[in-house]
């Protein structure tokens, strides 16, 4: 089955039904299924045909869904792409994904289009230019479904290289059941939409999650605490979908607004992307009644594990149980089980699980034990609960900043580029509003000086914003083992 063909059947069932509401605009299910075959007109129109690779770097709009699920629908495969992304970053995920078209706004695409004049095959279609002839008549004829690749969304990699995840239009199916399943959906739901549409939070779990049921998203362009309040009041909504700075966010107004929200409909507050604390998931509930519901997730995966949606069974730092069709396994370094709640990397089968990273057969190679996908986590089960699956730590130095993935290596690699720079080593330093914070510790050259700012700019000219280091500290040297190897752990604790 094609996904996008999948949500134009849930739109013929709810034609007059409200979709999506953007900023005030209403697009009932009619409407939205009438835009995206406008766009996928308009794709096909400029010669994307199956397996072409479309990437969008738009900032959160309407458009923005209306294109993803155009793209799928004709069996393109669609790049979604983070609108704060350097001119460095674009050029390789466009030409490691040989894309054949950019779709992005006209201040966007000045930043990077110098850096562009070398990929001759590249269309670009800006926003502000889309066409507008006549397409009603026109129906996508869903090339692809199944196995076939419906996304590539990139990660960091630990090398420095960015990882193209090749997620299935099955895996995203199967996902979205499971979600449909465990979160009790229904076309009665009311969702308030604050988060990314890039990230795949934001549209794969909660667009998607919302379009599959037939219910109805209220979506904002940037997120604003007293307005997210009083829209989850006024509006009736029903679920909410944050990362834990979000709700840092909100805890934090919360205390300022009199008289406080009246929540009587809300039945979900939802966290995934970054570990929730202790803190965070006791306050909240003590300021609002409603327990945090935490689940586990990757951009590889999609949804793995969920706490129950009976609030009892929700526990401060466990990410619940394996998802209908998820299996969970916990390794030790010998890719033996473990047993009873020992600590080991957490491997993961189902139907979920990507297909593998574009164009880079041995890291896939490198990802997979026979059908099991190692995450890389590290985990526990409970056996005495249900084998409830809880999170220690990430075996690869991944930090999660406001719910965004950064891979030290990457910043490392454009922090040594500059001449002042003998090496450095990233780590994530815990913040309560963003989770944890990126910082570096920098040994300089002989004899060289240099302001932290100006070394925070020199990577916010080449990174994205939350790629980039808060704060920068200058050392001698770097703690090393033995063998040579930087050890970060001591480092983080000098750095605390």
């Known amino acids: 089955m094609n996904l996008a063909r999948l949500i134009s059947e849930t739109a013929a069932k709810y034609a007059d039904k409200p979709a999506i509401i953007f900023e005030g605009r209403t697009w009932n299910y009619r409407d939205f299924d009438h835009q995206v075959h406008h766009y996928a007109a308009i794709l096909q129109h400029l010669g994307i045909n199956k397996g072409d690779r479309v990437a969008v770097q738009l900032p959160k709009c309407i458009e923005f869904l209306f294109l993803h699920f155009a793209i799928l629908s004709i069996g393109a495969i669609a790049l979604p792409l983070n609108p704060d992304y350097r001119p460095e970053e674009i050029v390789y995920f466009l030409t490691d994904s040989s894309s054949s078209l950019l779709v992005t706004t006209h201040p966007l695409y000045t930043k990077v289009q110098s850096e562009l004049q070398h990929l001759s095959a590249l269309q670009i279609l800006l926003k502000e230019n889309i066409p507008t002839f006549q397409t009603e008549e026109f129906i996508p004829d869903y090339a692809t479904g199944g196995d076939d690749i419906a996304m590539i969304c990139y990660t960091s990699g630990t090398t420095g290289r960015s990882k193209g995840a090749a997620i299935s239009h099955r895996n995203l199916i199967a996902n979205i059941q499971s979600l449909y399943q465990a979160w009790a959906w229904s076309d009665r739901d009311i969702l308030l939409h604050v988060l990314p549409l890039f990230h795949v939070h934001g549209l794969n779990v909660a667009a998607l999650g919302c379009l599959y049921a037939g219910a109805t998203m209220i979506m ?15 509006q009736n909504c029903t679920i909410f979908m944050a990362v834990p700075t979000i709700y840092q966010r909100l805890m934090n107004e919360w205390e300022k607004l009199e008289p406080k929200p009246n929540l009587q409909q809300m039945r979900l507050f939802i966290s995934g992307s970054a570990p929730l604390s202790d803190p965070q998931f ?45 299996e969970i396994r916990i390794v030790n370094a010998d890719g033996d089980q473990v047993k009873g709640s020992e600590v080991g990397e957490v491997w993961i089968r189902g139907e979920n699980v990507f297909q593998g990273y574009w164009q880079m057969p041995d890291k896939t190679a490198e990802a997979f034990v026979n059908s099991w996908f190692r995450t890389g986590d590290l985990g526990f089960q409970d056996p ?113």
């Not at 604003?224 to 009083?230: G, M, N």
């Not at 965004?404 to 815990?430: M, Q, R, T």
């Open 282 to 326: 006791y306050q909240f509930e003590k300021l609002t009644g409603f327990r945090i519901l935490e689940r586990y997730g990757m951009t590889e995966t999609g949804m793995n594990a969920s706490n129950l949606i009976a609030p009892e069974h929700r526990k401060a730092k466990s990410v619940g149980f394996a998802l209908s069709g998820v």
């Open 220 to 234: 904002f362009e940037k997120f604003e605490p007293r307005r997210a309040w009083e829209t989850l009041t006024s």
């Open 384 to 496: 005495d609960d249900n084998n409830r699956l809880y999170l220690v730590g990430r075996a690869k130095e991944l930090i999660i900043t406001g719910g965004f993935n950064v891979y030290p290596k990457e910043i490392e690699n454009i922090l040594e580029s500059h001449d002042a720079v003998k090496e450095s080593a990233i780590i994530g330093l815990p913040d309560q509003d963003f989770g944890e914070k990126v910082v570096a510790a920098i040994a300089l050259r002989e004899d060289m000086s240099i302001a932290p700012e100006v070394l925070i700019n020199y990577c916010k000219s080449r990174l994205a914003s939350y790629k980039c280091p808060k704060q920068i500290f200058f050392v001698t040297e770097l703690p090393r083992n033995a063998m040579g190897k930087i050890q970060k752990n001591i480092l983080a604790q000098q750095l605390k």
